[in-house]
Every structure is written in structure tokens, then in C-alpha cells.
């Protein structure tokens, strides 16, 4: 744990606030207020610190003055709760949320001490919550935290400078001082702030369990890698061979990225999303490595009739592998769940039924935000992080809420793992390449003010190794050893580029390593594109055209001669802003059904913020006209959709094409392309294209 204090401006006997009769105030979440007011009264008892208010929650009309009735300082401006009722209080107790709603209320009082428990809520200097601690007065300030940077360095500027303002200076000034990369800058930052000087004590106190409680018992971690099973491999292979395409051709943006890691993540956990899955418990768990995994230390852990905590963010999968358990161990009762939803008072009397049945197993079910934080369950001795978060700090915060003062046993903390079986695969997997990322995280965090969490570089960096992309590379022939970096991507014919597999090749292409290059005769060679085995087992295809040569889009039309094509997507947010791409799109789609045998359904995904030739509405209509007319007779039903908000770090260009294709026996199967600078591209002789085909799934 960390605490941040603001040093006294002059020495102080230990009794000194308590004499001069200033209540002290505690802020902290709402669901430590409990833990905070059984403490007291536990080690503090009156008159020690005399009469605690508790001013939260449905205590506040008591405190109210009598004209202001159910008013907000938030508001109406000025302070509706009245200080008199805690200026001779020993403790006042509250929570961030109330002093946001309050904030001139408490700021009518000098208080002797000021308490904010997990900080870290504070560390938004923009924020209302730290605008209303910012403008209280307090003779001592005390900051207590796990994590003083959570998210990024700033979070330390933020918090510290409610403790002590002015010490870290401007924010600005302090992001340019203090790079998350520099790491000497983070280490004279943390002599800074933990090194005392001469007649100072440090600003920030530092404790961890080894260094200062002797007689803890021992923490063991096991890392446990797993197998998966026949449905949860099948749908991660797809994943990477659709990465390992993107990233191989260079057509996926930042958004793209993002979004396939987030796949990853979730496919590693279960195939099936669990508001999908059917009613057959035991068969939902057996296609997951990591629920199977789970079960099988949870029967560990009742044979030895211990408890333990479960950590997963999932909602819906909460609720689920509660079922799971009640079942699989004949529980009377499911196990209980600690989440965002619980209220603080509820959560409070779950840990206390949990805390209060020692000698039998049982299982609390928590996310790793809501659950991982404040909470004191020494009765189990047993943490399992079934899904694990970027953060190593939010992981540690979880794991402490079993390791800490009063465990009498030692610990015992699951990593489940699932690994792919296919060799080629297997070190890549996602689950144990994120363990790597928040193992370096955890050490570097451990050692300085380092953030944890994981920045854009570390991710990109993860999305090349889940993606296979070290394994994908250009072996250039002698000859063309020195010819300039454009040769790769200049085709001779329309061919596609795919590995010499003995899978096949387009009809009628040449070899795929052929490329014309200067200085060789007028030879055709081109570089022989190398991908991952299992990209080259997909029979994915990627075609590269420079400005000037001819487009590849007989071949991809080709791929879909004769098929009954049930809907075609496009995803892309500049499909209708111009009159070209508009044209473009209703181009491909009537070509497209002119070799298909039917096309049922199409929709446009767009953006309605990309800037375009006309307002929204106008593009539409023009959009829904020149497709009515482009299809006359029965043409197929169109869907014209806005894209949905998406965050800052989606990227605004990801373009993708999803054709749905009525295979055999009614089976709908979905083939991928993915298209750099859109379809557009594909008629544009002008632009560089690269496409990329993925056929659906091959396991």
C-alpha cells in the first residue's frame, strides 16, 4: 500500500490534532464506510475521537438545513447541509460522490485531518470529484492507495497535488519532465517523492506485505497452461489467420488491431459468448480450457474444504459460472457475486456471510474493479483470475483482498492459460503472451512509478506477436537484393499473393513470386511472400497493386461465381461521403450479383461524421436512389446503417467486406475482405490497393 501525506509545516506532538477539537474527515467508496466505522469503533472507542456522523447516503437529511429540502451544492450553489451538525464530531465519514454532490458544505470546515482512502479516485484533475476535494481545508492531509498510478503518470500528478500542491508543478510541465518511457526520470521522481530530506519525512510511505508485517504466510503463484479443446481452438485459429493476414498485407488500422485483440481475449476465455450459450452447463464448460481449468482447482479447494475468490469482469459470465458451480458442487445456494451493481451495504453483508463460515468451501464471484478493491476476505486463501486485465496493479489490488493483514494461511493465486495445440501456434497464444506483457508491467511498476497500464507501443507489440507476424516476412531473390522497396508491392498480372503451398493458385496466374524488377533482363520475379503455416492453410489471399497497374477485382468476383450470397456488409466510413465512393459501392455490388445466383441483402456501414460532398441525408437519398436503379426489377433489400459511436482509439479508416454465402445443406458461412482505402480503391487506378481474402473458418 502507498500513502501520500502532506508534511507538517512545524513538529507535532502525537496528540496535537485531537486537541485542537477539529473533526477528522474520511472519504472513501461507499463500500469501505463499513469497514471504516467497525474499525473505529474496534481500536478508537469514545471519548478517544468522540462522536462519529456518518454523512452519506440517507444520513444526509439529518443534516440538511431547513430550507434547502433534497437541494445539491452541485446545484443550487451554495452549501445545503449544515456544519454545525460535525463541528464537534470526532470523525466524519463520507463518500467521493457526496463530497462532489456537497462540496461547499464541507468546505465550511477547517478539519484536523482529512482521509482519502483509495485516492486513485481522485486522479482525474479535471474531474468534479477532485475540484470538490481541491477546495477543502484540512491542517494534515492523508492519501492512502495501492495503485498512486493507475492508469498513467498523471494519475500521480493528479492525487499529489491535492496532498501537497505545487510540489510536482504544472501538469504540463510535469508530463514533459517525466516521459513513461524515461525511466531515470521515474527513478528521480520516486526519490522525490520517497527519499526524507533534511528535516522532512518522505511525502510518500511505501509499504509492502514482506518488507513490513513479519509472520505473513507465503503467496504462491501458478501460471497453468492448458490445452484447448476442439471448439475454442477452431475459433481462435480463425482469429489468427485473420490477424495474421491484416497484419501481413498492412490493410489494418489501430481500430482493427484493437478490436482483434479484444477477440482474442474473449475467445481465450470461451468460444461462445455466454448470453448465447445453451442450458447445458457441463458442455459450455468443457469447451473452454480456462473454465475447465477453474472447476478442477475448484475441486481441489473443496476437497480441502477452503475458499476462494473468482475473478472475471463478464457479467453475464459471472452469472453463468455461478450456475456452474452451485451445480457441479451442490451448493444450497448460488455462490454470491460482487460487482458494479452490488451497493455498498449489500456488499458489506456479503463479505461478512462469507467471512463468517470458516471449516467449508465456498466461492465469491467478483470483477476485478468493483470486487478488487476495500474488501478484506482472509477467509478464503485461494484467488483464481479466470480473466485477466491489461493492469498488473488491478490484478495485485484483487489478489490482496485475500493476502493481507489477518490471513493465517498460505496463498494460493491461478493464472489459467489457454494454449493452442497446433505447434505453430501454441508460444504465440494470447493468453500466455499477456501473461509476459503484465509480468514486465508488474516488475517495472514494482520498481518505479512505472503505468501500468499497457501503453499503445506494448500493444501493438502484443498484436505482432498473437498475430504471427515474426513469422511472416519477404525472402527477395539475389538479383533483387538491392531493388528499391516498391518491387514488393508491384504485380505484373492480378495474381494474388499467396505461398507456394501446394495448395493451388488462381486460375491462369503465374507464379506467385514473380515480379518484374529493374535490372534483371525484363525477368519476372517476384518476392516470395513467406506466411505463417497456419495463413497458408487457410488458402487466405492478398493481392498488392501499385498506382498505375491494373485491379484485381475480376479475381475477387471470381471467388464468388454461382454462389447464393445472403448479405454483403461493408464497413466502411467513407462508403457513401463522395459521389465516387458512392459509385464505387453500387459498382462492386452489382457486378457482384451479376456472377453470384442471388444477393439478398446488403448494408452500408457508415460514418456520419466523415466529411463528404453533401449533407448526410443528401448522400443518402443519392446513395438509395443510384442502387434502386443499379438493380432494376428485384433488388436487393438495403440497409444504409450509422455506425455506432466507437472510442478515441478506434481507428477512423478500417475498412472490411463480410459476404455471407449459402453453402451446402443451408449452412451460411461468412468470407472477409479487407480492403485498404476501401472498394473505391478497387476502381481507382490512380490509388494503391491491397485486398485481403479470408475464407471462412477451415477447422
Same mark, same amino acid.
Given at each position: /500500500?502507498?500513502?501520500?501525506?502532506?508534511?507538517?509545516?512545524?513538529?507535532?506532538?502525537?496528540?496535537?490534532?485531537?486537541?485542537?477539537?477539529?473533526?477528522?474527515?474520511?472519504?472513501?467508496?461507499?463500500?469501505?464506510?463499513?469497514?471504516?466505522?467497525?474499525?473505529?469503533?474496534?481500536?478508537?472507542?469514545?471519548?478517544?475521537?468522540?462522536?462519529?456522523?456518518?454523512?452519506?447516503?440517507?444520513?444526509?437529511?439529518?443534516?440538511?438545513?431547513?430550507?434547502?429540502?433534497?437541494?445539491?451544492?452541485?446545484?443550487?450553489?451554495?452549501?445545503?447541509?449544515?456544519?454545525?451538525?460535525?463541528?464537534?464530531?470526532?470523525?466524519?465519514?463520507? #463518500?467521493?460522490?457526496?463530497?462532489?454532490?456537497?462540496?461547499?458544505?464541507?468546505?465550511? $470546515?477547517?478539519?484536523?485531518?482529512?482521509?482519502?482512502?483509495?485516492?486513485?479516485?481522485?486522479?482525474?484533475?479535471? !474531474?468534479?470529484? $477532485?475540484?470538490?476535494?481541491?477546495?477543502?481545508?484540512?491542517?494534515?492531509?492523508?492519501?492512502?492507495?495501492?495503485?498512486?498510478?493507475?492508469?498513467?503518470?498523471?494519475?500521480?500528478?493528479?492525487?499529489?497535488?491535492?496532498?501537497?500542491?505545487?510540489?510536482?508543478?504544472?501538469?504540463?510541465?510535469?508530463?514533459?519532465?517525466?516521459?513513461?518511457?524515461?525511466?531515470?526520470?521515474?527513478?528521480?521522481?520516486?526519490?522525490?517523492?520517497?527519499?526524507?530530506?533534511?528535516?522532512?519525512? *518522505?511525502?510518500?510511505? @511505501?509499504?509492502?506485505?514482506?518488507?513490513?508485517?513479519?509472520?505473513?504466510?507465503?503467496?504462491?503463484?501458478?501460471?497453468?497452461?492448458?490445452?484447448?479443446?476442439?471448439?475454442?481452438?477452431?475459433?481462435?485459429?480463425?482469429?489468427?489467420?485473420?490477424?495474421?493476414?491484416?497484419?501481413?498485407? /498492412?490493410?489494418?488500422?489501430?481500430?482493427?488491431?484493437?478490436?482483434?485483440?479484444?477477440?482474442?481475449?474473449?475467445?481465450?476465455?470461451?468460444?461462445?459468448?455466454?448470453?448465447?450459450? =445453451?442450458?447445458?452447463?457441463?458442455?459450455?464448460?468443457?469447451?473452454?480450457?480456462?473454465?475447465?481449468?477453474?472447476?478442477?482447482?475448484?475441486?481441489?479447494?473443496?476437497?480441502?474444504?477452503?475458499?476462494?475468490?473468482?475473478?472475471?469482469?463478464?457479467?453475464?459470465?459471472?452469472?453463468?459460472?455461478?450456475?456452474?458451480?452451485?451445480?457441479?458442487?451442490?451448493?444450497?445456494?448460488?455462490? *454470491?457475486?460482487?460487482?458494479?451493481?452490488?451497493?455498498?451495504?449489500?456488499?458489506?453483508?456479503?463479505?461478512? +456471510?462469507?467471512? *463468517?463460515?470458516?471449516?467449508?468451501?465456498?466461492?465469491?464471484?467478483? !470483477?476485478?474493479?468493483?470486487?478488487?478493491? /476495500?474488501? #478484506?476476505?482472509?477467509?478464503?486463501?485461494?484467488?483464481?483470475?479466470?480473466?485477466?486485465?491489461?493492469?498488473?496493479?488491478?490484478?495485485?489490488?484483487?489478489?490482496?483482498?485475500?493476502?493481507?493483514?489477518?490471513?493465517?494461511?498460505?496463498? %494460493?493465486?491461478?493464472?489459467?492459460?489457454?494454449? %493452442?495445440?497446433?505447434?505453430?501456434?501454441?508460444?504465440?497464444?494470447?493468453?500466455?503472451?499477456?501473461?509476459?506483457?503484465?509480468?514486465?508491467?508488474?516488475?517495472?511498476?514494482?520498481?518505479?512509478?512505472?503505468?501500468?497500464?499497457?501503453?499503445?507501443?506494448?500493444?501493438?507489440?502484443?498484436? @505482432? &506477436?498473437?498475430?504471427?507476424?515474426?513469422?511472416?516476412?519477404? &525472402?527477395?531473390?539475389?538479383?533483387? !537484393?538491392?531493388?528499391?522497396?516498391?518491387?514488393?508491392?508491384?504485380?505484373?498480372?492480378?495474381?494474388?499473393?499467396?505461398?507456394?503451398?501446394?495448395?493451388?493458385?488462381? *486460375?491462369?496466374?503465374?507464379?506467385?513470386?514473380?515480379?518484374? $524488377?529493374?535490372?534483371?533482363?525484363?525477368? $519476372?520475379?517476384?518476392? #516470395?511472400?513467406?506466411?505463417?503455416?497456419?495463413?497458408? &492453410?487457410?488458402?487466405?489471399?492478398?493481392?498488392?497493386?501499385?498506382?498505375?497497374?491494373?485491379?484485381?477485382?475480376?479475381?475477387?468476383?471470381?471467388?464468388?461465381? %454461382?454462389? %447464393?450470397?445472403?448479405?454483403?456488409?461493408?464497413?466502411?466510413?467513407?462508403?457513401?461521403?463522395?459521389?465516387? +465512393?458512392?459509385?464505387?459501392?453500387?459498382?462492386?455490388?452489382?457486378?457482384?450479383?451479376?456472377?453470384?445466383?442471388?444477393?439478398?441483402?446488403?448494408?452500408?456501414?457508415?460514418?456520419?461524421?466523415?466529411?463528404?460532398?453533401?449533407?448526410?441525408?443528401?448522400?443518402?437519398?443519392?446513395?438509395?436512389?443510384?442502387?434502386?436503379?443499379?438493380?432494376?426489377?428485384?433488388?436487393?433489400?438495403?440497409?444504409?446503417?450509422?455506425?455506432?459511436?466507437?472510442?478515441?482509439?478506434?481507428?477512423?479508416?478500417?475498412?472490411?467486406?463480410?459476404?455471407?454465402?449459402?453453402?451446402?445443406?443451408?449452412? #451460411?458461412?461468412?468470407?472477409?475482405?479487407?480492403?485498404?482505402?476501401?472498394?473505391?480503391?478497387?476502381?481507382?487506378?490512380?490509388?494503391?490497393?491491397?485486398?485481403?481474402?479470408?475464407?471462412? =473458418?477451415?477447422?
Amino acid at each position: /500500500g502507498i500513502s501520500l501525506t502532506s508534511p507538517p509545516t512545524c513538529p507535532r506532538r502525537r496528540d496535537h490534532l485531537r486537541r485542537s477539537r477539529a473533526p477528522f474527515l474520511i472519504v472513501a467508496p461507499t463500500g469501505l464506510l463499513g469497514t471504516w466505522q467497525a474499525e473505529i469503533e474496534k481500536h478508537l472507542q469514545d471519548p478517544r475521537l468522540g462522536p462519529l456522523v456518518p454523512a452519506f447516503g440517507g444520513n444526509l437529511k439529518l443534516l440538511r438545513e431547513e430550507d434547502t429540502l433534497r437541494a445539491r451544492d452541485i446545484e443550487t450553489g451554495k452549501a445545503s447541509l449544515d456544519a454545525a451538525n460535525w463541528r464537534d464530531a470526532g470523525v466524519v465519514l463520507t #463518500t467521493y460522490e457526496t463530497l462532489r454532490d456537497y462540496h461547499f458544505s464541507f468546505a465550511r $470546515t477547517r478539519f484536523g485531518l482529512i482521509i482519502y482512502d483509495e485516492i486513485q479516485k481522485l486522479k482525474n484533475p479535471a !474531474s468534479q470529484m $477532485t475540484r470538490a476535494a481541491k477546495a477543502l481545508n484540512a491542517e494534515f492531509t492523508l492519501g492512502m492507495t495501492g495503485t498512486p498510478v493507475e492508469n498513467r503518470l498523471q494519475d500521480l500528478w493528479s492525487i499529489m497535488d491535492i496532498i501537497a500542491p505545487g510540489l510536482l508543478g504544472a501538469s504540463r510541465d510535469f508530463e514533459k519532465k517525466h516521459p513513461a518511457d524515461d525511466r531515470e526520470a521515474l527513478a528521480r521522481l520516486k526519490s522525490q517523492l520517497m527519499d526524507p530530506s533534511a528535516g522532512r519525512p *518522505s511525502y510518500v510511505l @511505501r509499504r509492502l506485505k514482506s518488507d513490513a508485517l513479519e509472520g505473513m504466510p507465503a503467496k504462491h503463484v501458478h501460471a497453468l497452461e492448458a490445452e484447448m479443446p476442439p471448439v475454442q481452438a477452431a475459433a481462435y485459429h480463425d482469429l489468427v489467420v485473420r490477424a495474421a493476414a491484416a497484419s501481413t498485407a /498492412g490493410t489494418l488500422g489501430k481500430g482493427g488491431m484493437l478490436s482483434i485483440l479484444a477477440n482474442m481475449r474473449g475467445v481465450s476465455l470461451h468460444p461462445t459468448d455466454p448470453r448465447e450459450a =445453451g442450458e447445458d452447463l457441463d458442455t459450455y464448460a468443457k469447451d473452454s480450457a480456462r473454465l475447465s481449468q477453474t472447476l478442477a482447482i475448484l475441486e481441489r479447494v473443496a476437497q480441502a474444504r477452503e475458499k476462494a475468490l473468482v475473478f472475471v469482469e463478464d457479467l453475464a459470465m459471472q452469472e453463468r459460472l455461478a450456475g456452474l458451480i452451485q451445480q457441479k458442487f451442490a451448493l444450497p445456494v448460488r455462490p *454470491s457475486r460482487i460487482n458494479g451493481a452490488v451497493p455498498g451495504l449489500k456488499r458489506q453483508a456479503l463479505v461478512e +456471510a462469507f467471512q *463468517s463460515r470458516p471449516g467449508c468451501f465456498d466461492v465469491m464471484i467478483l !470483477s476485478p474493479r468493483a470486487g478488487g478493491v /476495500g474488501l #478484506t476476505l482472509t477467509a478464503a486463501n485461494h484467488v483464481i483470475h479466470l480473466s485477466r486485465w491489461w493492469n498488473p496493479a488491478v490484478e495485485d489490488q484483487a489478489t490482496d483482498r485475500v493476502f493481507r493483514i489477518g490471513q493465517t494461511r498460505d496463498v %494460493h493465486v491461478y493464472l489459467p492459460m489457454a494454449v %493452442h495445440p497446433d505447434p505453430a501456434i501454441r508460444s504465440s497464444s494470447f493468453d500466455l503472451r499477456l501473461n509476459a506483457l503484465i509480468e514486465r508491467k508488474r516488475k517495472l511498476t514494482r520498481d518505479l512509478f512505472f503505468p501500468p497500464d499497457a501503453s499503445e507501443s506494448e500493444l501493438g507489440e502484443l498484436f @505482432r &506477436e498473437v498475430s504471427l507476424e515474426s513469422d511472416a516476412h519477404s &525472402e527477395p531473390s539475389a538479383a533483387q !537484393s538491392h531493388a528499391n522497396d516498391e518491387a514488393i508491392t508491384r504485380t505484373a498480372d492480378r495474381s494474388p499473393v499467396i505461398p507456394d503451398t501446394g495448395l493451388g493458385r488462381t *486460375s491462369g496466374s503465374e507464379p506467385a513470386n514473380a515480379v518484374a $524488377t529493374p535490372g534483371t533482363g525484363g525477368q $519476372t520475379q517476384r518476392p #516470395t511472400l513467406r506466411l505463417p503455416r497456419p495463413v497458408a &492453410e487457410a488458402r487466405v489471399k492478398i493481392w498488392r497493386t501499385a498506382p498505375g497497374e491494373a485491379r484485381p477485382t475480376n479475381e475477387i468476383l471470381a471467388l464468388f461465381d %454461382h454462389r %447464393h450470397i445472403v448479405q454483403v456488409t461493408i464497413r466502411d466510413p467513407y462508403a457513401i461521403a463522395t459521389n465516387a +465512393a458512392r459509385r464505387s459501392q453500387i459498382r462492386f455490388l452489382r457486378e457482384l450479383k451479376d456472377r453470384a445466383n442471388a444477393l439478398e441483402s446488403v448494408m452500408i456501414e457508415y460514418a456520419p461524421e466523415a466529411d463528404g460532398d453533401q449533407d448526410e441525408m443528401t448522400c443518402r437519398r443519392d446513395f438509395g436512389s443510384s442502387f434502386a436503379s443499379a438493380f432494376p426489377g428485384a433488388a436487393p433489400k438495403l440497409i444504409l446503417a450509422r455506425r455506432s459511436k466507437r472510442s478515441r482509439d478506434d481507428d477512423f479508416h478500417d475498412r472490411f467486406v463480410e459476404i455471407d454465402v449459402r453453402h451446402a445443406a443451408g449452412a #451460411t458461412k461468412r468470407h472477409e475482405l479487407t480492403i485498404g482505402r476501401g472498394i473505391e480503391a478497387l476502381y481507382n487506378e490512380r490509388r494503391q490497393c491491397t485486398v485481403t481474402y479470408v475464407p471462412p =473458418g477451415v477447422l
